[in-house]
């Protein structure tokens, strides 16, 4: 039997954070309030893989590697994972389950409604992040896939928004950001000198 190296590397790496996380708070090492602790480490671990993924057509332009992009889609299928259990943290953590106070919540912080904007724009990137739907939708479905860089912007601003008195942090993955999308102009990718590419190792025997 033959299982990719690089794709179950991926897992391990992504799915770690998340079990870690979940005993330090059992553990009781998040401090007083672990359920924030939870809620805003997902959040910073979705936007962390968000870069990553865009990180990977650059990437592969500059080292002709073509796991760069072999890996993309999982590693952006991670990011929804993330933003999925962001959401699911705050909703058992910090409304306790409580539907009534998510009106009060949407009122009195706005910046859940950004989020939820770049949820439902992520959501619309994973249901279609599949063979069947590129084919399906043709020339559309990279249109439709620029909504990666709302996705961008919309995270970007739902951490500002929380972090407004401590802007290093921000500061730091919204320069990221903005030079992985500098990076990714067209007119910039033309100036990228393109290393021949190598085939990613497929598999190793197990």
Not at 69 to 87: D, N, P
Not at 174 to 186: H, K, Y
Request: aromatic share 12%; with cysteine; hydrophobic share 55%.
């Amino acid at each position: 039997m033959r299982f990719p190296v690089w794709r179950i590397s991926v897992f391990i790496v992504a799915a770690i954070w998340p079990l870690l996380w979940l005993y330090e708070a059992w553990s009781f090492a998040l401090g007083p309030d672990p359920g924030k602790v939870l809620v805003d480490r997902l959040g910073l671990g979705a936007l962390v893989l968000l870069l990553i993924t865009l990180s990977m057509t650059p990437m592969q332009r500059l080292t002709g590697w073509a796991g760069w992009i072999a890996i993309r889609r999982q590693i952006g299928l991670w990011c929804f994972a993330y933003v999925v259990l962001h959401l699911s943290a705050y909703l058992l953590f910090i409304l306790g389950l409580d539907w009534s106070q998510l009106g009060v919540e949407l009122s009195k912080r706005p910046y859940i409604i950004i989020g939820s904007l770049g949820f439902l724009c992520l959501l619309a990137l994973a249901v279609t992040s599949n063979r069947y739907s590129q084919r399906r939708l043709g020339v559309r479905w990279k249109k439709l896939h620029r909504l990666v860089y709302v996705v961008l912007g919309l995270g970007l601003l739902h951490m500002l928004w929380i972090v407004r008195a401590d802007l290093k942090e921000w500061v730091m993955y919204a320069s990221i950001g903005a030079l992985l999308l500098v990076l990714r102009a067209p007119s910039v990718m033309r100036r990228i000198p393109r290393v021949m590419t190598r085939k990613a190792p497929s598999a190793t025997k197990a």
